[in-house]
């Protein structure tokens, strides 16, 4: 079997939330000798770009969600032994959360995975987090992005206060928003550095905010 059909099935398994499938492509990926940084992007992350394409057309729901996750982190402790460490480079991290008076959390989980399996560290606050404990663990934890989701008109409008005190706190950090309302443009009007309308572009943007 080639690299190719490999990384395909690598990618099918965790949209099928296989675990025992997503293991067993992923110690043969190992024995074809394909580097385990790209057998994650290109095998466990574009599952899950394909999962989260899924959800947004509503063809998958959050059980199978979780499913594909559970197959995707089973497959991910098999390849993270082999990570070169010239292939991550140091990891970045990223504090992500659902803004102050939103419960919507599901896009925020999909971020959190595809950043995973792009090899960031993710700080997750969850959902409904305070516009403080943004800004104090952004801080506390020194990270390199913070990034604000939201699903509700009425609850984006406090990311403008959050993305202001971390500039004012530490100019060095970058923000990312996401979310159903938020659109490129109000991203900007916000002074985010970043926007994600899924999770695969919100994995594209943090890279390329970090230099990655």
């Known amino acids: 079997m080639g690299k190719e059909e490999i990384l395909k099935k690598l990618a099918e398994a965790t949209v099928l939330g296989d675990v025992e499938m997503a293991v067993s492509y992923a110690k043969r990926a190992i024995e074809a000798g394909i580097d385990a940084y790209e057998a994650i992007m290109n095998g466990c992350a574009e599952g899950m770009r394909i999962v989260s394409e899924k959800y947004e057309k509503g063809e998958m729901y959050v059980p199978e969600i979780l499913c594909s996750a559970e197959a995707m982190y089973a497959a991910m402790e098999i390849l993270r032994p082999y990570l070169k460490a010239e292939s991550i480079g140091e990891r970045k991290k990223i504090v992500l959360g659902v803004v102050r008076g939103d419960i919507h959390d599901i896009g925020k989980n999909l971020v ?49 206060e959050v993305i202001k005190e971390i500039k004012k706190r530490n100019p060095k950090i970058k923000t990312i928003v996401g979310g159903g309302p938020l659109s490129p443009e109000l991203a900007k009007l916000y002074g985010a550095d970043g926007y994600g309308k899924d999770a695969s572009e919100a994995v594209k943007v943090a890279k390329s905010l970090v230099g990655g």
């Open 112 to 160: 959190k995975l595809m950043l995973e399996a792009a090899g960031f560290q993710v700080i997750d606050l969850g959902k409904d987090v305070p516009n403080e404990k943004f800004i104090e663990m952004a801080i506390k934890e020194n990270a390199d992005i913070v990034g604000l989701s939201a699903l509700m008109t009425t609850s984006m409008v406090v990311m403008p």
